[in-house]
């Protein structure tokens, strides 16, 4: 069974702070922070704006891009950890939105950063299976970051919805892999507002070890290297790590660049890698191959070997990264603080 | 008392080692340090270790117990000794006192701290824990804070500045590029040290040395046996300690008294100048503390030491070299492990082996370990052997 994305959607909140109006706030440097984090600016959620609306944008572009009635829509995983409820699920909401209930398989799932790229691995099974026609994987977050850290520089909000089939899809999914470990690098307790994360220790033995070990899982069950693809697309806590991750793994900038987005709109987890993939199926061509390796704090990347079919001339995603980014409203720290939520009397 | 030389050293890569516990490292130093030194683990008679801050960083006290335990030495006496930053090298100097006297032979010495384990937060409180607790943290100061203090006052008497600070942090980070073992082996230009992250006024993040995890190890024995075993020696001809006070407020902002006192009494022991030494590693936890340390030991005249540094007089090919290892900065800083990293470094160079940063026919090298902001020095000048 072929199994492909038919669709995809995604959705980015138009405010924007820059990390420079943060950095004004704490004394840090600018030029500092940009440099150090490959970052000028970040997404900002509007006032009524959460991962399950965001989702539901995501979701209605997919299945407008998919061209198909959301009732035939069997199934539907939402991963984030911004969920809004800690109890009753996000992807009800969104099933609701595209009218796909009641008949499908549905829930939430969390794994820090790769629990958006977990849910397209739970639908692409089904339909790899034979259960069902159509399924959904969505990632969405408005993710916290605590005042003053380092994480408040990049922590943004956005969502992207991929909806596959096994048939008629304008890029095919012809491999996937998974790697995890118990790597604690970065959490969130129950009940507590911001994430906490081990430093420094987020960095080698977090991200690169895991993302490395998705990328080289990936090509030795496909058996390829990376000069074999013509894009490549990497989880992107900050606009620094995806690039030094390339350098290592042998990957060049030209194949990064067009689905590197965190740089213009911040981290957006759950989302993160799957609207850097969706930006790069913006612009691929028949025939491109592009590999995509999630990463999930905790800890694990999961890797998509994909190449777009030819279906892709003729169905082009009306909103583009570069659409739906192109108005923007840029706020001052207080009323970032508003948006977010952050001011508490 | 009887004569002593190290006859074997060993140490542990430096760095983030975010997949060794400090039982890994212990066992990597001291294993390499008896390997070195060809003798059997049944040979060693009793264990000393150094080590600041396990209980804090780790929940770990009773570390020489852990320490024997996992170099599988037991039953051999182990004992713990902690002097803050000197905590290793006041092992090293317990340790030859042990052989000296006549009780033991032969003795291990080892040193080690796991830091990446903590936040750096909590490894920051845990630093502070050598200082004067109700005087100075209890009060807000940190270490940065303290040897900033000092820094600000060495520069508005004596003209010191910043970039002679900085040229300090550019040589260890020169010298750390030859040192296989060092956890930061790149080089840096006096611009990068300016343009770094401001930590205490005029201390930047590279003027100070970095969290680390590492062990290191030296196996001393009595001076004939080691002379009759044919073993590659070097000769411990001075050991001294100094002590001042805890809290920085009550003494001098522009030198650590116990360094001098310490280094005067090596000298005397030893019954050599400073102008006799070939290399010095010295205690430089931030760059104004070299520039106290070979101003304190008599390398430089007071006041001069930040000149002499901007003037290269301390690279490998000065007129002193200073830190050939890298130094705490660039090295590394794995607390209770420097003061022996220090002792592995100086008998590298004395045996020829310091491979790209070995200094030309060394014949004596001093070791300078501090505790605190000064409340601890310990100075060990130890001399090429004759085999």
């Keep these: 069974m072929k199994v492909g994305i038919l669709g995809y959607g995604m959705d980015i909140p138009r405010y924007r702070i820059k990390a420079g109006e943060i950095a004004r706030v704490w004394?840090?440097?600018?030029?500092?922070?940009?440099?150090?984090?490959?970052?000028?600016?970040?997404?900002?959620?509007?006032?009524?704006?959460?991962?399950?609306?965001?989702?539901?944008?995501?979701?209605?572009?997919?299945?407008k891009h998919a061209n198909i009635s959301g009732k035939l829509v069997n199934s539907i995983y939402v991963g984030s950890e911004s969920h809004p409820y800690a109890v009753k699920p996000t992807a009800t909401i969104v099933a609701e939105s595209i009218g796909a209930t009641p008949d499908l398989y549905i829930a939430d799932h969390e794994f820090a950063c790769k629990a958006g790229t977990a849910s397209m691995i739970n639908s692409y099974a089904l339909i790899k299976a034979g259960e069902i026609d159509y399924g959904m994987g969505i990632g969405t977050d408005t993710s916290q970051g605590r005042p003053g850290d380092a994480l408040e520089y990049s922590a943004g909000a956005g969502a992207a919805a991929f909806l596959m089939s096994n048939k008629d899809f304008i890029a095919e999914i012809k491999g996937i892999y998974s790697y995890a470990t118990d790597t604690p690098d970065f959490w969130r307790r129950e009940h507590a507002i911001y994430p906490s994360h081990g430093g420094r220790f987020t960095g080698v033995p977090g991200y690169f070890k895991h993302v490395a070990g998705g990328v080289a899982g990936m090509m030795k069950k496909m058996g390829t290297e990376p000069k074999d693809y013509d894009y490549a697309v990497f989880h992107q806590p900050n606009g620094k790590f995806p690039k030094q991750m390339a350098k290592q793994l042998g990957f060049t900038t030209e194949q990064i660049n067009p689905g590197l987005v965190t740089p213009f709109i911040g981290n957006t987890y759950s989302a993160a890698s799957m609207i850097g993939l969706g930006a790069t199926l913006d612009i691929a061509k028949p025939g491109d191959k592009i590999l995509m390796a999630s990463f999930g704090s905790g800890a694990g990347s999961d890797a998509f070997h994909i190449e777009v079919t030819e279906n892709i001339e003729n169905n082009r995603n009306e909103y583009t990264f570069e659409r739906i980014t192109k108005n923007k409203k840029y706020l001052d720290y207080a009323n970032y603080a508003k948006h977010r939520k952050k001011l508490i009397m | 008392m009887r004569k002593v030389a190290v006859v074997g050293v060993g140490m542990s890569k430096f760095g983030e080692l975010w997949d060794k516990s400090l039982r890994d490292l212990v066992i990597e130093a001291g294993l390499n340090a008896i390997k070195d030194a060809n003798l059997e683990g049944s040979e060693i008679q009793a264990l000393y270790g150094g080590t600041m801050a396990s209980g804090r960083l780790l929940g770990q006290e009773h570390v020489s117990a852990l320490i024997v335990d996992a170099m599988g030495l037991n039953p051999i006496p182990a004992t713990r000794m902690e002097g803050a930053c000197a905590s290793g090298g006041l092992a090293f100097r317990n340790a030859y006192f042990s052989v000296a006297s006549g009780m033991y032979d032969t003795v291990v010495v080892g040193g080690v701290e796991?830091?990446?384990?903590?936040?750096?937060?909590?490894?920051?409180?845990?630093?502070?824990?050598?200082?004067?607790?109700?005087?100075?943290?209890?009060?807000?100061?940190?270490?940065?804070?303290?040897?900033?203090?000092?820094?600000?006052?060495?520069?508005?008497?004596?003209?010191?500045?910043?970039?002679?600070?900085?040229?300090?942090?550019?040589?260890n980070h020169a010298n750390a590029v030859h040192n296989k073992y060092a956890q930061f082996r790149r080089a840096i230009t006096i611009d990068d040290v300016l343009n770094s992250k401001m930590v205490a006024d005029?201390?930047?993040?590279?003027?100070?040395?970095p969290i680390t995890d590492g062990a290191s190890a030296v196996v001393i024995m009595e001076l004939e046996k080691a002379k009759k075993s044919g073993l590659n020696y070097v000769e411990v001809v001075a050991s001294a300690q100094a002590s001042d006070t805890l809290a920085l407020h009550d003494r001098s902002l522009t030198e650590i008294k116990a360094t001098k006192i310490a280094g005067d009494q090596a000298y005397k022991q030893a019954g050599i100048t400073p102008k006799d030494i070939s290399m010095a590693e010295v205690h430089d936890c931030f760059t104004i503390a070299e520039i106290m340390a070979i101003e304190g030991l008599g390398f430089f005249d007071k006041g001069k030491g930040g000149q002499a540094s901007l003037d290269g007089e301390t690279q490998l090919d000065g007129k002193i070299p200073i830190n050939t290892s890298g130094g705490l900065k660039a090295c590394g800083h794995p607390v209770g492990a420097t003061g022996v990293k220090q002792i592995v470094e100086a008998t590298w160079q004395l045996r020829g082996q310091a491979e790209g940063r070995q200094i030309q026919d060394a014949e004596y090298a001093l070791t300078h370990n501090v505790g605190g902001s000064g409340a601890t020095a310990v100075v060990h000048i130890l001399k090429r052997g004759k085999n």
């Excluded at chain 1, 989702?55 to 997919?62: D, G, L, P, S």
């Excluded at chain 2, 201390?203 to 040395?209: H, T």
């Design chain 1, 27 to 63: 004394g840090e440097e600018e030029d500092r922070i940009v440099k150090g984090l490959g970052l000028s600016e970040k997404s900002v959620p509007g006032l009524d704006e959460d991962a399950a609306t965001l989702a539901v944008q995501a979701a209605r572009r997919a299945v």
């Design chain 2, 114 to 171: 796991k830091m990446t384990d903590a936040s750096t937060a909590e490894a920051v409180t845990a630093l502070g824990g050598a200082g004067d607790q109700e005087w100075e943290l209890l009060q807000g100061a940190t270490f940065p804070a303290l040897y900033a203090l000092m820094a600000n006052k060495h520069m508005k008497e004596y003209g010191t500045t910043e970039e002679m600070l900085a040229s300090v942090s550019v040589k």
């Design chain 2, 202 to 209: 005029p201390l930047k993040v590279l003027d100070c040395s």
